[in-house]
């Protein structure tokens, strides 16, 4: 019922009184990119570059890596891609940059961890973006994964603007940096929270292990009050703050988040009808109130209901 009478919503993404949200795709190859390019949505909020990486005996080259970039920002033409750069180690680990095993793989060497001990690849996905960049210009975004403190954040930051790419920012997915947002914030141009490794860190609840999914539940109010803390340092700040965990593709999640303060949306790309479609039915007053229903409820069941409450009855 649901799905029927959302699916044909198309345009920019907006609450019901024209609070701007961006909807966005979540891609992890230059096919992807292609594919959510000819689909009605504002770009890529977060391009997972592992691919390029993962089950190789070999870092892929410079060379390879700019063709790979420059077709996925050829797809996207003037629309908005934000790059995450490479998000492995621990559970996903190079067989070239043989770290060791770890105990704890989720709090190991992972993300911008590890590009900060194998320098070398950071430097050359960086560059590699760079010189797409440089052929295809566009609205490109790249940020890094993993990010817990403010000399991660300016180590990237430099790194990224000292390469010429216009626009920097770290992903919000561990504790720290949610409660830390207007720090960070006040040293990159936007943040993205990722919502699977927030909620995992939050609730210290393996992503990985399914019987813990309602823990995982991203409707946990303790997760929804860190997405209201960097929030709030976006609002300090006056800078983006931007959902790219599987949170933002629920629709009523999604009003949530927008009451919150987020800016941008990014998903599944067949999640961008029915998210719009619902954001269109409500005002962002109503967005806000259920927010805070949802950050004030005692668990992750009541803040559903206390939100299901007020919804449009057409959603
Ligand atoms: C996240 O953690 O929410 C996220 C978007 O990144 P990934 O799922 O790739 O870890
Ligand atoms: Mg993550």
């Given at each position: 019922r649901r799905a029927t009478a959302l699916a044909g919503s198309t345009g920019e993404g907006a609450t019901r009184d024209g609070t701007k949200v961006a909807l966005l795709a979540n891609i992890g190859t230059a096919d992807d990119a292609v594919n959510a390019a000819a689909k009605d949505l504002e770009g890529s909020g977060l391009f997972r570059t592992e691919f390029l990486f993962l089950e190789r005996d070999q870092a892929p080259s410079l060379e390879e890596q700019t063709a790979t970039y420059t077709k996925v920002f050829e797809a996207f033409g003037d629309r908005r891609v934000v790059v995450r750069t490479l998000d492995a180690g621990a559970d996903k680990p190079l067989s070239f940059a043989n770290l060791g095993e770890e105990d704890n793989p989720a709090l190991g060497r992972r993300g911008l961890r590890l590009g900060m001990i194998r320098e070398d690849l950071l430097d050359t996905q960086i560059q590699a973006l760079a010189a797409a960049y440089e052929k295809v210009g566009g609205d490109v975004r790249v940020m890094a994964p993993m990010v817990a403190t403010l000399d991660e954040t300016r180590y990237f930051a430099e790194k990224v603007r000292a390469a010429g790419l216009p626009k920097?920012?770290?992903?919000?997915?561990?504790?720290?940096?949610?409660?830390?947002?207007?720090?960070?914030?006040?040293?990159?141009?936007?943040?993205?929270?990722?919502?699977?490794?927030l909620s995992q860190y939050t609730m210290a609840?393996?992503?990985?292990?399914?019987?813990?999914?309602?823990?995982?539940?991203?409707?946990?109010?303790?997760?929804?009050?860190?997405?209201?803390?960097?929030?709030?340092?976006?609002?300090?700040?006056?800078?983006?703050?931007?959902?790219?965990?599987?949170?933002?593709?629920?629709?009523?999640?999604?009003?949530?988040?927008?009451?919150?303060?987020?800016?941008?949306?990014?998903?599944?790309?067949?999640?961008?009808?029915?998210?719009?479609?619902?954001?269109?039915l409500h005002d962002l007053a109503t967005c806000q109130q259920m927010a805070a229903y949802a950050v004030d409820a005692g668990s992750a069941t009541a803040a559903k209901e206390a939100v299901m409450g007020i919804v449009h009855p057409n959603l």
């Open positions: 920097v920012g770290v992903m919000v997915e561990v504790p720290a940096a949610a409660l830390r947002a207007e720090q960070i914030l006040s040293i990159v141009d936007f943040v993205s929270i990722g919502t699977n490794d609840a393996d992503r990985m292990q399914g019987e813990l999914a309602p823990l995982l539940d991203p409707w946990q109010p303790a997760v929804l009050q860190l997405i209201k803390s960097t929030c709030g340092g976006g609002r300090a700040t006056g800078k983006p703050v931007g959902v790219c965990g599987e949170a933002g593709g629920d629709p009523l999640l999604a009003l949530v988040l927008v009451g919150l303060g987020v800016s941008s949306l990014s998903m599944a790309p067949g999640r961008v009808p029915a998210v719009r479609a619902a954001l269109r």
